[in-house]
Structures are given as structure tokens and as C-alpha cells.
């Protein structure tokens, strides 16, 4: 049962446009989210977070929207840059320190 | 501040040996944890300690998985016999709050 669900394995985006990640849940109970960004040979590095309390949190050029209703979370990243290249993961935590990840999602942005 | 040690980076065994990965938290992190990561998939915890306490171990294979945090600080992972499927990459992670988890770069486990 795949609690947490990305569901475009890649993305391709010019450069200087917005990438847009999306992730899925369908656990009521998940109160906590991060992203994280991974590259190749490389453990996975924290991105931003958000609190289900929020539905926006900000950071950059990085901001997370979470959506309860639809259980659904999406990063922007603005504008894209060439070393954005990378798997992202979205995880996601019901009020514990354990986190269920998603499959990833390649974003490959182009010069 | 010194990030997550792991050793060894890369390790190749037949299948139904033994093998061992070795990790060293960031210094006062509490919560240690251990993944696997097998190809194409998100990383799946396998155990998590709270010092030297396990808090969660309900997807470790326990008939072959074995782990352990010595004095609240070093942690090792432990498979014997390893499969076939136990080919992925086994990453360690500390925190000390329920947020951000600082990972290690892995070690990339081969079973042939």
C-alpha cells in the first residue's frame, strides 16, 4: 500500500522556467511533510518542510503548497536552474518520527 | 559541523554470505535510522533508534536483518544470509528533532 505517491518518475524543464514536483497521500493522519533533493552517489539533502497547519511555506526559490482537501502537496522551484537536476522525494509523517517516502521524480532542466 | 558518516561506500558478496555497514550520526542527534533503497523506488525505513532504544523495527527482515547502536551514538546493520533482492543502496540517517533528517551517502550493496 503505497501511502505516499509520486507519480511522474521525470520532469523536463527549461531553464529560468518554474518546475512544479507533485505528491500524493492518502493517510487523514499525516501531519508532517518534507522534500528532500537527491543526486547521483549522494544520500538524499533536506529541502523544506511544511506543517499541516499551513497550506504555504516558503524558502528561496523553493516553496511547498499543501492542500489537505485533496491530500496533495506540490514544490515550485523558481526560477529552475541547471543544477536543480536531481530526484526529489516527498515524505510524509504521522506524528512521529517515522516518514513514508515517495518514489521520486527525475527533474532534468535544460540549458 | 561533520555530516553522516557510512562505510563502506560500496560492497559486492555472493549470495548467502554475510555483510555489515557501519554509521556515525551527526554528533547529538538522538534518532538514528537505517533505509534500504532499492532502484527506482523511495527509501523504505528499515529501523529506527531513539539513543540506543529501537522505536521501530516493523519492516526490518528480521530472520536475516540484524541492528545495532552502541551507546547511544555508532550504529551497524547486519544481513546474514544476504538475497538476491537485498541489492540497494542502505542509507543511514540522524535527527534530532521530528523534522529534517541528515542522511549519509550510502553504501550500494551488490548480491550476486
Known amino acids: 500500500d503505497q501511502q505516499v505517491k509520486q507519480n511522474s518518475p521525470s520532469l523536463s524543464v527549461q531553464e529560468g522556467r518554474i518546475s512544479i514536483l507533485n505528491c500524493d497521500y492518502t493517510?487523514?493522519?499525516?501531519?508532517?511533510f518534507l522534500w528532500y533533493k537527491k543526486y547521483p552517489a549522494e544520500g538524499p539533502t533536506f529541502l523544506i518542510s511544511?506543517?499541516?497547519?499551513?497550506d504555504k511555506n516558503e524558502d528561496g526559490r523553493f516553496t511547498v503548497f499543501l492542500n489537505k482537501s485533496a491530500k496533495h502537496l506540490s514544490l515550485h522551484i523558481v526560477p529552475s536552474q541547471p543544477g536543480d537536476s536531481a530526484v526529489y522525494f516527498c515524505a510524509a509523517s504521522a506524528r512521529t518520527y517515522k516518514y513514508i517516502f515517495g518514489t521520486g521524480t527525475r527533474l532534468k532542466v535544460l540549458a | 559541523e561533520a555530516g553522516v558518516a557510512q562505510s563502506p561506500r560500496y560492497k559486492i558478496i555472493e549470495k548467502r554470505q554475510s555483510v555489515a555497514f557501519w554509521c556515525n550520526p551527526i554528533?547529538?542527534?538522538?534518532?538514528l535510522y537505517w533505509y534500504q533503497q532499492i532502484l527506482g523506488q523511495g527509501p523504505k525505513l528499515l529501523i529506527q533508534f531513539q539513543n540506543n532504544g529501537v522505536v521501530d523495527d516493523s519492516q526490518l527482515p528480521k530472520d536475516r536483518f540484524s541492528a545495532e547502536r552502541l551507546k547511544g551514538v555508532d550504529s551497524t546493520l547486519k544481513i546474514q544470509p544476504a538475497k538476491l533482492e537485498d541489492s540497494a543502496v542502505y542509507l543511514c540517517?540522524?535527527?534530532?528533532?521530528?523534522?529534517?533528517?541528515?542522511f549519509g551517502p550510502g553504501t550500494r550493496l551488490t548480491v550476486l
Open positions: 554528533s547529538g542527534h538522538a534518532t
Open positions: 540517517a540522524s535527527s534530532l528533532t521530528r523534522g529534517e533528517q541528515f
Open positions: 511544511i506543517s499541516s497547519i499551513k
Open positions: 493517510n487523514s493522519m499525516f501531519d508532517y
